[in-house]
């Protein structure tokens, strides 16, 4: 009897050290591959070291000599070694797979490799010295935008060796974040760069607009944020201009702002003021825009402008046509007469008139053609984005009595059945207009006109018209683009003017993505891993424990 009974306990004993065993081994590797996939050591998976810890004790106490024998070398029975190699070969698995996962490795296996940076996008980033983020607010009702984005921004982390990192936050819930990065709408995305400690230097955001081709959005943010800083320009606001902070429909609010997120400084000056006081417009002013004027510049001012253009300064000239008594660019103005001796451009009084080409009225000019060999011209294609200008003013320009050192050029121009209106008392008085042989100017005319003092590096860019960037022709009021040839012209003007092309060169793939044929979104991706690497292996384990025990009953 008493043998029987000492069988009995050894047995028991035997039972408890293999499930002290299986307990402690299974613990400590899921604890380790939950510590790896939450990235933080939380309450579980502390408890389940814990727990590991606990079954490793109970093996050792009670069967203290399998447990030394197992670390000594020693043999150990079958059954204990087969299933702790099962529970580690589970563990090794899941790491490798988690490693993989968020190494983010990515292979382009598309024909057009629609899914690999273009060279100019990889000649940006080997520019790249400090590190930036991207930031997207996605709820989850955008976690399919958030899946096609992401496809692309893991590129850039990818090509830059994490010098580019990505950060997706839900504005649902994290609301007060979302306010003080100023998200607008779901799926909004931001450019940042990151201080030292990791963290976002908000000072540094700017907004990505977004498009309907990624590549090209997200790499000229990255080199407009590269250059941030290294460019002003100067609204003047002392002649009665267009309000830059004006958020009406008639102020310019919308490509004020445009210029602060292209990373161009964007100030404003009072030209009258600084000639008054005998100074100068300031030296950092890489373009001074004069956005529809209400006067005619003085001497003093003239003279104040001269100076920064000899400079190299550069000027945005846009002019209206004004019923007043000193209209800006008069035809006999002072100024006038300075553009066109100095520079070889100047605004001519005649509103042009194009029966042939335009929206309401023949007032309405759309632009018929372009010099595409202008650099602001060049994504100008009147069959697609077309400028659309009113009451606009016919512009002058000499291609061959300037200086020699002066060279000028057209960009935008009418269609042959377009003409001049000079007779502005009675279209001012009346809104009539009809064309009079020998007294009006015969079309083609020149609406947008460039010169570049080739000495001195000074650039104009005279248009004749002061309305087409207001807020009301750039976009409505949900933010939709109404002219889309209007902002171009703008922004391209003011990037030939400051040279900005210089600093971003590029033509990143123009086409648009969207999802794989196979989508599984992140949840998806855990569930599948957890089943095939954990959860199957588990369950033939558990059934291979439950066979061996029954049969050691036996």
Same mark, same amino acid.
């Given at each position: 009897?008493?043998?029987?009974? =000492?069988?009995?306990?050894?047995?028991?004993?035997?039972?408890?050290?293999?499930?002290?065993?299986?307990?402690?081994?299974?613990?400590?590797?899921?604890?380790?591959?939950?510590?790896?996939?939450?990235?933080?050591?939380?309450?579980?998976?502390?408890?389940?070291?814990?727990?590991?810890?606990?079954?490793?004790?109970?093996?050792?106490?009670?069967?203290?000599?399998?447990?030394?024998?197992?670390?000594?070398?020693?043999?150990?029975?079958?059954?204990?070694?087969?299933?702790?190699?099962?529970?580690?070969?589970?563990?090794?698995?899941?790491?490798?797979?988690?490693?993989?996962?968020?190494?983010?490795?990515?292979?382009?296996?598309?024909?057009?490799?629609?899914?690999?940076?273009?060279?100019?996008?990889?000649?940006?980033?080997?520019?790249?010295?400090?590190?930036?983020?991207?930031?997207?607010?996605?709820? !989850?009702?955008?976690?399919?935008?958030?899946?096609?984005?992401?496809?692309?921004?893991?590129?850039?982390?990818? #090509?830059?060796? *994490?010098?580019?990192?990505?950060?997706?936050?839900?504005?649902?819930?994290?609301?007060?974040?979302?306010?003080?990065?100023?998200?607008?709408?779901? *799926?909004?995305?931001?450019?940042?760069?990151?201080?030292?400690?990791?963290?976002?230097?908000?000072?540094?955001?700017?907004?990505?607009?977004?498009?309907? #081709?990624?590549?090209?959005?997200?790499?000229?943010?990255?080199?407009?944020?590269?250059?941030?800083?290294?460019?002003?320009?100067?609204?003047?606001?002392?002649?009665?201009?267009?309000?830059?902070?004006?958020?009406?429909?008639?102020?310019?609010? #919308?490509?004020?702002?445009?210029?602060?997120? =292209?990373?161009?400084?964007?100030?404003?000056?009072?030209?009258?003021?600084?000639?008054?006081?005998?100074?100068?417009?300031?030296?950092?002013? !890489?373009?001074?825009?004069?956005?529809?004027?209400?006067?005619?510049?003085?001497?003093?001012?003239?003279?104040?402008?001269?100076?920064?253009?000899?400079?190299?300064?550069?000027?945005?000239?846009?002019?209206?046509?004004?019923?007043?008594?000193?209209?800006?660019?008069?035809?006999?103005?002072?100024?006038?007469?300075?553009?066109?001796?100095?520079?070889?451009?100047?605004?001519?009084?005649?509103?042009?008139?194009?029966?042939?080409?335009?929206?309401?009225?023949?007032?309405?000019?759309? !632009?018929?053609?372009?010099?595409?060999?202008?650099?602001?011209?060049?994504?100008?294609?009147? #069959?697609?984005?077309?400028?659309?200008? !009113?009451?606009?003013?016919?512009?002058?320009?000499?291609?061959?009595?300037?200086?020699?050192?002066?060279?000028?050029?057209?960009?935008?121009?009418?269609?042959?059945?377009?003409?001049?209106?000079?007779?502005?008392?009675?279209?001012?008085?009346?809104?009539?207009?009809?064309?009079?042989?020998?007294?009006?100017?015969?079309?083609?005319?020149?609406?947008?006109?460039?010169?570049?003092?080739?000495?001195?590096?000074?650039?104009?860019?005279?248009?004749?018209? *002061?309305?087409? %960037?207001?807020?009301?022709?750039? %976009?409505?009021?949900?933010?939709?683009?109404?002219?889309?040839?209007?902002?171009?012209?703008?922004?391209?003007?003011?990037?030939?003017?400051?040279?900005?092309?210089?600093?971003?060169?590029?033509?990143?793939?123009?086409?648009?993505?969207?999802?794989?044929?196979?989508?599984?979104?992140?949840?998806?991706?855990?569930?599948?891993?957890?089943?095939?690497?954990?959860?199957?292996?588990?369950? %033939?384990?558990?059934?291979?424990?439950?066979?061996?025990?029954?049969?050691?009953?036996?």
């Amino acid at each position: 009897m008493k043998r029987t009974a =000492s069988a009995s306990i050894v047995i028991r004993r035997r039972t408890l050290g293999m499930l002290g065993n299986i307990l402690g081994v299974a613990g400590v590797v899921v604890g380790v591959i939950g510590l790896i996939w939450t990235g933080a050591p939380g309450n579980t998976v502390i408890a389940t070291f814990a727990f590991g810890i606990g079954g490793i004790l109970l093996w050792a106490v009670a069967t203290p000599q399998e447990f030394t024998g197992f670390f000594s070398g020693r043999q150990v029975r079958f059954g204990t070694m087969a299933i702790v190699s099962t529970i580690l070969l589970i563990g090794i698995v899941a790491l490798v797979y988690l490693q993989l996962l968020r190494a983010a490795w990515t292979f382009d296996a598309t024909q057009a490799t629609r899914y690999t940076l273009s060279p100019e996008t990889e000649r940006v980033l080997s520019r790249l010295s400090s590190p930036m983020r991207i930031i997207g607010f996605y709820s !989850s009702r955008a976690l399919t935008t958030r899946e096609i984005d992401d496809q692309f921004f893991r590129l850039y982390e990818t #090509a830059t060796n *994490g010098l580019i990192s990505r950060e997706y936050i839900d504005p649902d819930e994290q609301p007060a974040i979302a306010r003080r990065y100023g998200v607008q709408y779901d *799926g909004q995305v931001f450019l940042a760069n990151v201080r030292d400690d990791g963290t976002v230097d908000l000072a540094t955001l700017a907004r990505v607009p977004r498009g309907d #081709a990624q590549e090209r959005d997200i790499t000229e943010a990255i080199a407009r944020q590269m250059i941030a800083g290294r460019l002003t320009i100067y609204f003047d606001i002392g002649l009665g201009e267009r309000g830059p902070l004006d958020t009406t429909q008639e102020g310019i609010s #919308a490509v004020f702002a445009g210029v602060q997120e =292209s990373g161009i400084n964007a100030r404003t000056l009072d030209l009258a003021q600084i000639a008054a006081q005998g100074g100068d417009i300031p030296p950092d002013a !890489s373009a001074v825009l004069f956005v529809r004027p209400l006067r005619d510049l003085t001497e003093s001012e003239i003279q104040t402008v001269a100076r920064y253009l000899d400079a190299g300064g550069a000027l945005l000239l846009l002019t209206d046509v004004l019923f007043s008594e000193q209209p800006f660019l008069s035809e006999s103005g002072a100024f006038n007469q300075f553009l066109l001796e100095n520079y070889g451009i100047g605004a001519l009084d005649a509103v042009v008139v194009d029966p042939g080409l335009s929206a309401q009225t023949p007032l309405d000019v759309i !632009s018929a053609y372009v010099f595409a060999e202008s650099d602001i011209a060049a994504r100008l294609d009147p #069959a697609v984005s077309p400028t659309l200008f !009113s009451v606009a003013r016919a512009v002058d320009v000499k291609l061959s009595e300037t200086p020699s050192n002066i060279a000028t050029g057209r960009v935008i121009f009418t269609t042959d059945q377009a003409y001049g209106e000079t007779n502005l008392t009675l279209l001012g008085e009346t809104n009539t207009f009809q064309y009079d042989e020998g007294v009006d100017l015969p079309g083609p005319l020149t609406t947008v006109a460039w010169s570049t003092n080739v000495q001195t590096g000074a650039k104009l860019v005279l248009i004749g018209d *002061g309305d087409f %960037v207001a807020n009301g022709r750039i %976009v409505t009021t949900d933010g939709a683009v109404t002219v889309p040839g209007n902002g171009i012209l703008f922004t391209d003007s003011v990037v030939w003017l400051t040279e900005l092309s210089e600093e971003i060169d590029f033509q990143p793939q123009l086409y648009g993505q969207a999802l794989p044929l196979i989508f599984v979104s992140q949840q998806q991706m855990d569930l599948i891993a957890f089943i095939t690497i954990i959860f199957m292996p588990t369950a %033939v384990l558990l059934i291979g424990i439950g066979v061996w025990m029954r049969r050691s009953r036996r």
